[in-house]
């Protein structure tokens, strides 16, 4: 029996005692839960106060509660981690470490009875708890290396980048922030990040320091040899954006060709920018490739590059011009949608030759809309299907122009899945069937690759569809991210080839049928991946760059740190296009981004090394993607043209918030959040 | 023995009053609304849009408020691809916390034992595998455990004195008991329609029956009952569950385990709360547009109430057991509603309308149980 009783002894709420008070408390008579309610006198005291464990150690906390007067008194309390996968404690009070850190053991005393000790009923604030900070130290440094350059010669005038190495009693990798130091100074100095400048010949030690340990390590210098260094550029009259390719070649006073000696390029900007310019360009080295660099002008203006290694100097003039691709948007028609929100669009040529396009509809009744657009001056709403859902997020037409694929969120039975129709006759849409097998929880985007629709479902895979009897849809096939709680928000396919936006997994690509990896629509087979810090990553567009042949994804963010206003006011996204060089599908690289301020882009499409953006509230964007890229596009001219689609009777008037683009026919169609369909003409 | 544990729960009597403050969420709008009622009409307090990805709909589902009524919770249903689990101030509605709970995050309520919050991860997303409860530490927002219960587990609900956790696997057809304060499983109890159909061998009617059919039609699971909630009963020891599926009330003895009575309802019953005199049952009847009133001693059904709105969904009773406040989904775009409802004259009093597909529904502060008037 358990009741607020002052009991004379002491009675700590360990080991199997606690349970015993855990069952006990759980069958007070009645009587008990009338009495009046006790004042909040008592204490929780918990022994010791804090712990600092090591890992794998344990330690046991113990719990009692005492009266005003200072004496214990029964009661049943509880133990739980607030990060349990760090460090555990049973309800008996042992705790356990797993991982270094500072965490917290919450002791809380429970209560069976209403009023028990409190002001209010069950006012939380009034609860006894008592938090326990531990500290689970980190394992002591057993071993401090300095890691090998891989050059272990070293050459006056030159510099060499050192990194300690830290390893922990229990064998495991130990990451150190060492101090460093040289002797003699006038060989060689360090600086406190581990690069060492070498000043003269001769040998010198390196020592890092950490924690008590030491590590030292002997270098010799030797003379540097090279006297002569040469410059060469694959262009030296680029435009800005254009990549420049430099090599250097280093030559000793007998002319020969040096090749193991360390060489530095930098570049040196006199930009034609005479009104506060900005960052003027950018230089990289190649990687895997020996004395190689890459080059990029943001603004126009005369560019030295210098090549220098101890004594020797080398250097190389450009002069960069202004890109000029400058172009505009024409308006051609506009097919207004202003009772609601648009969401996604298909535009694609009819069986009867004439041209069509589908917008879907966000936060409103399940309504497809389709509008004939042959003349996209006369844009015309022809026909709605509408379906069970809240938001008809994406759209997508088969290549044979038969079958429409809606994807479906808010369905009132909450089944949602995919919704298939009929647009042979698009003034006449007919629904044919729809399939939610394990897509219930809502589908956002989908996308149809011959008789197969890949559609996403939980947010964590996408699943590929059969679609060959679009009256009975089978399943055949599923792609998943390994990893723990993988997130997937778009999936785009071509050449059989499955690229997927995964926000914080950024984007994979996935054999789906083009048989590079045996993959299959049944058998899905990772290619390659990529994923970026941001964790935004939002959409994917392949493209094979036309002039240079390299093979590049376009990733586009989605993020949204002021909210979204649906109603009354414009809304202010961020985020940006991440370009990621896929040509080695082994060794991804992001490359560029394009990046206009103050606004957050969303779907893109890129044709003819065009790179069309709805920008969210910055519009639509269109790009020059055309060669190499590297750095910061929208920095280097390559913007070719923006539109922003202002309409005063817009959902939410002047608006702009761009959601999706495609060009069809020579006009860039594109839905508008607040406004509806939009047709614009690029003229360059 | 058990029935101590809800004789455990009685204590002082709150003064009835007839003026309630109730939050609601609005699944597909994302936004919860603060909503007061004066003893005969509702109105909206306040909006308050929740989520974190703008453009996409989030689902806030789940709704409870803390038991001193300063703070409030709700479960946002779709996440990457966890949901989450958000707590605001129930003044200002300032966001104070958020906790990542699992995958479609819905019902939930704070144990007055532990202090701690119990989660059903609802998993709506059609992998019948067994999902989890989320046990949420609310003053740090930190999930402290996650317990693997059944398929779809839905309706979380505590004993009165908050040391037992029940929920029902929607998709497994089960009634699952978790102690609140050791985390585990302790009893389950299996939940068939009275025929002998089990789990596994039927096919039943749509879950959550009473929406329009899918255009193309679902595969059926194997769920036959597919139980949407429980409610402890505040002062006896037995509970009572709503058999989406087969159109029934379920009076568990909690003593027994075992099922002992079977109240036919409306098509479709769904979430469902006990008076708090413990006299009767208000039971959402999703597929009939219409709310059931049971007498829990007889067992019948005194009065069925329309609702202003299609698809009924959550329900709440104030502590003098006066008025039910039922949520109301709709369909597309036509706005949700919440109906007050007067348990005396078996009326709906006041309606307002909300966002779209209003889901979950809790009373500010909480329903007050297990606190329990004299018996009427």
Redesign the interface.
């Given at each position: 029996m358990h009741r607020l009783l002052r009991r004379p002894a002491a009675l700590h709420l360990r080991a199997a005692s606690l349970i015993a008070l855990l069952l006990a408390g759980a069958f007070a008579p009645a009587a008990a839960a009338q009495e009046e309610e006790a004042a909040p006198t008592r204490t929780l005291v918990v022994e010791p106060a804090e712990l600092v464990l090591e890992i794998g150690q344990s330690a046991e906390l113990s719990a009692t509660l005492r009266d005003a007067a200072g004496d214990p008194v029964e009661g049943p309390v509880m133990f739980f981690s607030r990060s349990r996968k760090s460090l555990t404690v049973d309800r008996e009070g042992k705790v356990s470490a797993i991982k270094p850190g500072t965490f917290e053991i919450v002791v809380r005393e429970r209560r069976r009875r209403s009023g028990e000790n409190q002001a209010s009923r069950v006012g939380l604030g009034e609860r006894l708890s008592v938090t326990v900070p531990v500290t689970v130290k980190l394992p002591d440094l057993a071993l401090l290396e300095i890691g090998a350059n891989p050059s272990t010669a070293v050459w006056t005038g030159t510099t060499i980048q050192l990194a300690a190495e830290g390893t922990d009693v229990n064998g495991a990798d130990r990451a150190v922030t060492p101090t460093w130091s040289t002797r003699p100074a006038a060989v060689a100095t360090i600086d406190n990040l581990g690069e060492v400048t070498v000043h003269a010949a001769g040998s010198f030690e390196v020592t890092a320091e950490a924690e008590g340990k030491l590590a030292t390590m002997t270098l010799t210098a030797a003379a540097n040899p090279i006297t002569r260094l040469v410059v060469e550029a694959d262009n030296t009259a680029p435009k800005t954006g254009d990549v420049v390719h430099l090599r250097v070649d280093a030559f000793n006073a007998a002319g020969e060709i040096i090749t193991d000696v360390p060489v530095e390029v930098t570049f040196r900007a006199r930009t034609d920018d005479d009104l506060g310019p900005g960052a003027s360009g950018q230089i990289e080295a190649v990687e895997g490739t020996a004395r190689a660099w890459r080059f990029v002008a943001e603004q126009p203006g005369r560019y030295t590059f210098v090549a220098s290694s101890g004594n020797a100097a080398g250097r190389l003039g450009a002069v960069a011009t202004a890109r000029d691709v400058a172009g505009k948007f024409t308006l051609v028609g506009h097919g207004r949608v202003d009772d609601t929100h648009t969401s996604d669009l298909w535009v694609w040529e009819g069986l009867d030759g004439r041209d069509y396009a589908v917008t879907g509809t966000w936060g409103a009744n399940g309504d497809a809309h389709f509008w004939d657009v042959t003349d996209p001056a006369n844009i015309e709403r022809i026909s709605t299907v509408t379906i069970d859902a809240r938001t008809v997020n994406d759209v997508k037409v088969s290549a044979d122009g038969r079958i429409c694929v809606l994807s479906r969120e808010g369905a009132s039975d909450r089944k949602n899945g995919i919704v298939l129709v009929d647009v042979m006759d698009p003034r006449n849409p007919k629904i044919l069937s729809g399939f939610d097998d394990s897509l219930t929880g809502g589908v956002h985007n989908v996308f149809i690759d011959g008789d197969k629709v890949y559609a996403l479902s939980a947010s964590a895979r996408y699943d590929s569809i059969d679609i060959s009897d679009p009256g009975s849809p089978q399943r055949v096939g599923t792609y998943k991210v390994e990893r723990p709680n993988p997130s997937i928000h778009d999936v785009w396919v071509e050449d059989g080839l499955a690229y997927s936006s995964n926000w914080s997994d950024g984007v994979h690509i996935v054999d789906v049928g083009n048989g590079m990896a045996g993959g299959s629509p049944d058998n899905p087979v990772k290619i390659s991946s990529y994923a970026y810090p941001s964790g935004w990553n939002h959409a994917a567009f392949p493209f094979r760059q036309q002039e240079t042949g390299k093979f590049y994804v376009a990733a586009g963010d989605e993020a949204f740190p002021y909210g979204l206003n649906t109603e009354g006011k414009p809304t202010y996204p961020r985020g940006w296009i991440h370009f990621i060089d896929f040509s080695d599908l082994e060794s991804p690289r992001e490359c560029a981004r394009y990046q206009v301020p103050e606004a957050g882009t969303h779907n893109l499409w890129i044709e003819d090394d065009v790179m069309y953006v709805a920008y969210y509230n910055a519009g639509l964007r269109a790009v020059d993607v055309s060669g190499e890229l590297m750095g910061d596009v929208y920095q280097q001219g390559r913007e070719i043209a923006w539109f922003l689609p202002d309409d005063p009777e817009g959902h939410i008037p002047n608006a702009p918030m761009a959601w999706g683009p495609q060009p069809h026919k020579g006009h860039i169609f594109f839905s508008d959040w607040n406004s509806g369909l939009w047709a614009v003409k690029l003229e360059r | 023995?058990i029935a101590?544990?809800f004789?455990?729960?009685?204590?002082?009597i709150p003064a009835a009053t007839s003026e309630a403050r109730l939050l609601v969420a609005a699944?597909?709008?994302d936004r919860v609304y603060d909503l007061a009622f004066d003893g005969s009409d509702l109105s909206v307090r306040e909006v308050i849009?929740v989520g974190?990805?703008?453009?996409?709909?989030e689902g806030p589902h789940g709704l409870t408020v803390?038991?001193?009524g300063?703070h409030w919770f709700v479960s946002i249903a779709?996440?990457?691809?966890?949901g989450i689990l958000y707590k605001y101030d129930a003044e200002t509605h300032d966001l104070l916390g958020e906790a990542e709970l699992g995958?479609?995050p819905a019902t939930m309520q704070?144990s007055?034992?532990?202090?701690?919050l119990y989660c059903v991860n609802f998993d709506?997303?059609?992998?019948m595998t067994p999902s989890t409860v989320s046990v949420v530490?609310?003053?740090?927002m930190?999930e402290?455990?996650q317990v693997v219960t059944g398929s779809m587990p839905h309706g979380s609900r505590l004993s009165p004195?908050?040391?037992r956790h029940f929920s029902c696997a929607m998709m497994s057809d089960e009634l699952i008991e978790l102690d609140a304060?050791?985390l585990e499983v302790v009893r389950r109890l299996e939940l068939t329609d009275g025929t002998g159909r089990r789990a596994g061998g039927g096919h039943g009617p749509?879950?959550?029956?009473g929406?329009?059919?899918?255009?193309?039609?679902?595969?059926q699971h194997a769920a036959v009952a597919k139980p949407t909630w429980v409610q402890p009963h505040p002062t006896k020891p037995v509970a009572y569950v709503a058999l989406n599926g087969v159109h029934q009330v379920l009076e568990v003895d909690l003593e027994k385990w075992k099922i002992t009575r079977r109240f036919p309802t409306g098509r479709a019953p769904y979430n469902l709360e006990v008076t708090p005199d413990g006299t009767r049952l208000v039971v959402t009847y999703k597929g009939a547009q219409a709310v059931g009133v049971i007498d829990l001693k007889t067992g019948k059904e005194l009065a069925r109430i329309p609702t202003s709105r299609p698809?009924p969904h959550g329900v709440v009773v104030t502590a003098d057991s006066r008025y039910a406040f039922v949520t109301c989904?709709?369909?597309?775009?036509a706005p949700g509603a919440v109906d007050a409802i007067d348990l005396e004259t078996l009326r709906r009093v006041s309606s307002v309308d909300v966002g779209?597909?209003a889901g979950g529904i809790a009373l500010f502060p909480a329903t007050?149980r297990?606190?329990a008037p004299s018996r009427r």
């Open positions: - | 023995m101590t544990l004789l455990l729960g009685v204590g002082t699944e597909s709008a849009d974190y990805q703008a453009t996409e709909i803390s038991p001193d300063k779709h996440g990457k691809p966890n995958l479609f704070i007055p034992d532990t202090g701690l709506l997303h059609g992998d530490d609310v003053e740090g930190v402290i455990e004195d908050g040391s304060v050791t749509d879950a959550e029956a929406a329009q059919a899918g255009a193309g039609g679902a595969p698809i989904e709709d369909r597309g775009a779209l597909q007050q297990p606190v």
